[in-house]
């Protein structure tokens, strides 16, 4: 997967639309940080073709992204979303412009892959410290200073997703993007603050009462 590329299907306002409806699929590619349009497609899906119709427009919309693996749309769902699931994409569903989330559909994205990457047998994953009685403290900043192979999402997902803290606070050069997800699911308080040029505070807390 190119993860230096996401795919965007945009109508004629630049914003995205469903994939079931007429736009311009429009391949982004990361450059030096900025993010450029490389190539683009007016895409729309034949309504009288049947199933067969629909592959094979779909069919066309896989080749045109070439290595490219990261698509967005404002909703994709049925037998669309499937033929881009066979071709092993990972499919957002996001309204607004590209400029709004393309970066962070691209850390999402590159979490996504380093997760899938295995560690080691009997490889030694951090835990965050506790300070005091459930307030808990991790830096991923320092961790992938010494392991840059570790992800934020193998190293914490675990325990976020289990629960068994009342407040736990992270450093990191960014939010990423699965915690915020994480925590609007799991009903976690989250707040955010950069405390230096590459160092932001994430702060999770479970709210009063609260299970998981």
Wanted: contains cysteine.
């Amino acid at each position: 997967m190119c993860i230096s590329e996401i795919a965007v299907i945009t109508g004629i306002d630049g914003r995205t639309v469903p994939l079931s409806e007429p736009g311009t699929v429009i391949v982004y590619r990361r450059v030096n940080g900025t993010w450029l349009a490389e190539r683009r497609l007016p895409f729309s899906l034949e309504s009288d073709g049947g199933l067969a119709g629909l592959r094979r427009r779909m069919g066309e919309l896989i080749a045109f992204l070439g290595t490219c693996r990261t698509f967005v749309a404002r909703s994709a769902s049925g037998a669309s979303f499937f033929e881009l699931e066979k071709a092993e994409c990972q499919v957002f569903e996001i309204a607004g412009s590209p400029s709004e989330f393309l970066g962070t559909v691209w850390l999402e994205a590159k979490e996504e892959q380093e997760a899938k990457i295995p560690l080691p047998d009997g490889a030694d994953i951090p835990a965050p410290l506790e300070i005091s009685p459930g307030k808990y403290y991790i830096s991923i900043r320092e961790i992938q200073g010494k392991r840059p192979e570790m992800s934020s999402k193998q190293v914490l997902r675990t325990f976020v997703q289990a629960g068994a803290f009342t407040e736990l606070e992270i450093t990191c050069d960014h939010v990423p993007p699965w915690i915020e997800v994480d925590a609007e699911r799991l009903g976690y308080d989250l707040t955010h603050e950069q405390t230096a040029l590459h160092d932001v505070k994430v702060l999770l807390k479970r709210p009063a009462g609260g299970c998981c």
